[in-house]
């Protein structure tokens, strides 16, 4: 078994482009006149200290790992850079001291530009615009510049958690705020707790729901779910979910009743498609989490796209478009297997901080192969921890996913794979083009 691994390990590294050469510069100089849309990121308010919006399941309250964070999150080159971008700072060491400078300039910068601090960030990021993941968005963020995507997972565990949160501790926490959100769409709804059949909970909390957050400028809506359960989910009948639905209404959140898993399984499968029926019907993408999460107990089997792949391929769901976040990180080869479906799309959101742009132009060069258009930019930009806010993380993001395609479409051209002006076509389609088609934004 081990030998068999060397091998596969062996062929890997044979077959893989290694991207010896310098990017053409023509390339590299027209993906830098490019204004990017980022299709995924957690933009924090300006009250920075008091925002608990910018993600519905927030690590920062979960316990801390153990051990080192990954290379690219340490201090380094591209940190420095994105300092003296941004504040004119030097940074040498990245040592306490100046962790602290740095975190007073970035306040300094917020009251100085005050609401003209987004676009201020985004110009030097090369950016047009920003979807960030919120529960809500402040007044300060304003589209066509920084576009709204909220969340749905809250609506699919509307009964009793107690089973999943005694599951290990990350789970408790992620659940009691999955739970918290829940409760704001109810008293949203109207009601203080969730009504007494599913098909009220369809008609009167969800729809209304999503259709509240179009109204309020949602082009997308975000599931987090593989952090609450796996990405299995699978065709659930009308019957089957009001029969379970109908025999644990009483169980909401704070009550002792609790559906058996088979059960509640059921009843949240039945609610996701649902919740993506209506995504579709009001021309909102879906955007899920896919691959590795934050947290010690992360169910990363769990977390793999290709679970999905029975709701991508539900003939009911065609119209309505999904997107892998993440590229599904560390099986973000089988991506490529997805997008060729007509509604999957995939962003390389986070992947520019896990890898160097030359091992991200390796992970790029199948999708970019098998279905350039389906492949967007996105950054995870947001609150990664002192010194690295979403002001920082979104300079470097541009930067290393720039870099990246300037590594592989180079290759591809040298190869004879692509001519120069698809090149550019490739470029201009993943850093904007592909996302102002999805979401109507030409």
Request: proline share 6%; with cysteine.
């Amino acid at each position: 078994m081990i030998r068999a691994h060397l091998v596969i390990a062996a062929m890997f590294v044979v077959c893989a482009p290694t991207f010896a050469q310098e990017p053409n510069p023509e390339i590299v100089r027209y993906i830098d006149t490019i204004k990017a849309i980022d299709n995924h990121s957690h933009i924090t308010a300006l009250d920075r200290d008091h925002d608990k919006g910018y993600d519905q399941l927030r690590c920062d309250v979960l316990p801390p790992a153990v051990g080192l964070p990954p290379a690219n999150f340490r201090f380094n080159a591209d940190q420095q850079w994105a300092y003296k971008t941004l504040y004119g700072f030097d940074a040498k060491t990245g040592d306490d001291a100046e962790i602290k400078n740095i975190t007073s300039l970035e306040l300094a910068a917020r009251k100085e530009h005050g609401t003209g601090f987004y676009a201020w960030v985004m110009e030097k990021a090369s950016l047009e615009s920003a979807f960030a993941n919120r529960t809500s968005m402040p007044p300060e963020m304003k589209a066509p510049q920084i576009r709204w995507v909220p969340y749905e997972d809250a609506l699919l565990f509307p009964m009793n958690n107690g089973a999943s949160k005694a599951a290990n501790p990350d789970r408790r926490a992620l659940f009691g705020m999955a739970e918290d959100l829940l409760h704001t769409y109810l008293r949203d709804s109207g009601f203080g707790s969730i009504p007494a059949t599913l098909d009220l909970y369809l008609e009167k909390v969800v729809r209304p729901t999503l259709q509240k957050q179009k109204s309020s400028g949602a082009v997308a809506v975000k599931f987090e779910a593989a952090y609450l359960r796996a990405l299995d989910f699978a065709p659930a009948s009308l019957a089957e979910a009001s029969r379970v639905y109908a025999k644990y209404a009483a169980g909401n959140p704070t009550s002792t009743a609790r559906p058996t898993a088979a059960e509640y399984k059921t009843l949240q499968d039945f609610l996701f498609k649902q919740i993506a029926l209506e995504a579709g019907k009001l021309g909102l993408a879906v955007h899920i989490h896919t691959g590795s999460g934050c947290g010690e107990f992360f169910d990363d089997s769990g977390a793999d796209a290709m679970l999905l792949s029975r709701m991508f391929n539900d003939p009911d769901l065609r119209k309505t478009n999904f997107v892998v976040l993440h590229g599904n990180p560390p099986k973000e080869r089988s991506v490529s297997a997805l997008i060729i479906k007509p509604n999957v799309y995939v962003d390389m959101s986070v992947l520019e901080f896990y890898w160097s742009p030359a091992e991200l132009a390796r992970i790029l060069r199948p999708w970019l192969e098998m279905m350039p258009e389906h492949v967007m930019f996105g950054s995870d930009a947001g609150p990664f921890g002192p010194g690295l806010d979403w002001e920082e993380t979104i300079l470097i993001a541009s930067r290393n996913a720039r870099r990246a395609l300037a590594i592989v479409l180079s290759d591809m051209l040298r190869e004879g794979i692509i001519t120069q002006d698809r090149a550019k076509e490739i470029a201009q389609r993943v850093l904007r083009g592909n996302a102002a088609q999805l979401y109507g934004m030409n």
